[in-house]
């Protein structure tokens, strides 16, 4: 695989290619070019590895997909110089973008599909609409002007849901709001937005605009937002947000939330703290936080899952909020609260900064103080805090289903304006006689 084509691929993806390049010679294929190698010859050997139907459960078969999504990639790469790009919702954990329109391929789930109807040269077809889908976006004469070339990190700052945020929602509100009318939820949202007034910067009435309503306009306004939610599952789970979520947390980076908020949470307020080894010395010294140091060293009072989202929860505490939304498209996850509800109850907060203090100084005392410019008080200290207040109250909120929201960077920008759109939607009205 060239240079070029490699820039920026997920290692699973480079691995993936190599072993489907070593399993196709051992079944007495032909040597793969990922970008020569027609499909058709391909599958000639792919079909002697599956052995059969193609199943995505099976682990092997899932590896030979993986391998010729890194070759398909690849193929975009070189023709349209696509580049992979960071995306927690895909399976490999990344996507294709392009630099002359905003498009995202999976090539994974391109080659599933492709798998899955026996027909892997369906892949060439694929890649032709890409293609008239870039050349449409090049030649189209609403871009006027010189076209802007995205990035990857415009695409991860657009897609890549990074963010985490808990919500308390209410049932009765979001059971409305899915079996409203799509037709009524556009004029709630535009009532909403004109009773605002200027509490919604104009800049962002117009990416409210362009992102949810313009999303449900080209749904059907006769059903309900539920029957279409398959269709637009981000939109949904934006309504069911807006006009029901009645308690909500901050904001945060999601490794955020697993290294920092929620080990304090089951570190809870130490009465001692382990010996500290030189290089954790060594660390403080060169200026890294030591609540970090805190959260890294310090033994947990409670257990925590090994496996699980945020390292806070467990698979079995994790379900889908509404089985409408296909469970591949999930952004919004009901919890089950109980496990971290003593957890929480019992926090003392003043304490836990207390303590905090305490390492610090310990730190201080033993490795000098951090280099010049440096705070001698931790800077996440307060965020984190102030985090877990929010879920303190949060997991108070009676007759309210607790929630995990996941943002990109771009939807937790445009947060401050949805919060204040959601407050005007659930808010009274003024009504002038």
């Not at 070593?22 to 040597?31: I, Y």
């Not at 020569?36 to 050997?45: A, D, L």
């Not at 954990?93 to 899955?116: N, Y």
């Not at 409305?176 to 009318?181: C, H, I, P, R, T």
Request: proline share 8%; hydrophobic share 45%; net charge neutral.
């Amino acid at each position: 695989m060239s240079a070029s084509s490699l820039q920026g691929a997920p290692l699973q993806i480079r691995a993936a290619i190599e072993q489907l390049k070593a399993a196709t010679r051992s079944v007495g294929g032909l040597p793969i070019d990922e970008h020569s190698t027609p499909w058709q010859e391909i599958e000639k050997s792919i079909i002697k590895l599956l052995g059969g139907a193609f199943n995505i459960q099976r682990v092997d078969h899932q590896a030979v997909a993986l391998g010729l999504a890194g070759i398909y990639a690849a193929r975009l790469i070189s023709q349209h110089q696509a580049f992979w790009f960071p995306n927690r919702e895909a399976l490999e954990g990344a996507a294709l973008g392009f630099p002359e329109a905003l498009l995202v391929v999976s090539p994974f789930g391109a080659v599933v599909e492709a798998l899955s109807r026996g027909d892997l040269p369906r892949l060439d077809l694929v890649a032709k609409e890409v293609a008239t889908s870039l050349a449409q976006a090049r030649f189209s004469p609403a871009a006027g002007g010189p076209p802007t070339r995205l990035t990857a990190e415009d695409y991860r700052h657009i897609f890549d849901p990074s963010f985490v945020q808990f919500v308390a929602i209410d049932p009765t509100k979001a059971k409305g709001a899915a079996e409203a009318k799509v037709g009524q939820v556009i004029l709630e949202l535009r009532n909403a937005i004109s009773r605002a007034g200027t509490r919604i910067p104009n800049e962002a009435r117009a990416l409210i605009d362009a992102r949810i309503i313009a999303a449900l306009e080209r749904l059907d306004g006769s059903k309900t937002l539920r029957e279409q939610a398959a269709r637009a599952p981000r939109v949904f789970e934006l309504v069911t947000h807006l006009f029901a979520s009645v308690g909500v947390s901050g904001l945060a980076p999601e490794e955020f939330w697993e290294a920092v908020v929620f080990p304090l949470l089951h570190i809870g307020v130490p009465s001692d703290f382990p010996p500290l080894e030189s290089e954790d010395l060594a660390a403080f010294s060169k200026g890294l936080d030591p609540l970090l140091l805190f959260a890294d060293l310090v033994p947990y009072k409670t257990s925590a899952p090994e496996d699980g989202p945020l390292g806070a929860f467990a698979a079995s505490e994790i379900s889908l909020f509404d089985p409408a939304v296909p469970a591949s498209m999930v952004r919004l996850l009901k919890l089950n609260p109980r496990r971290l509800q003593p957890l929480l109850d019992t926090l003392d907060l003043r304490a836990l900064q207390t303590a905090v203090k305490m390492f610090t100084d310990q730190l201080e005392q033993k490795a000098g103080p951090p280099p010049a410019g440096n705070p001698r008080s931790s800077a996440l200290l307060k965020p984190a805090v102030e985090l877990l207040a929010d879920l303190q109250r949060l997991w108070k909120t009676a007759r309210a289903t607790t929630c995990m929201r996941h943002l990109t960077e771009a939807e937790a920008a445009l947060e401050p304006s949805v919060s204040e759109l959601r407050t005007t939607l659930q808010g009274p009205r003024i009504i002038l006689l």
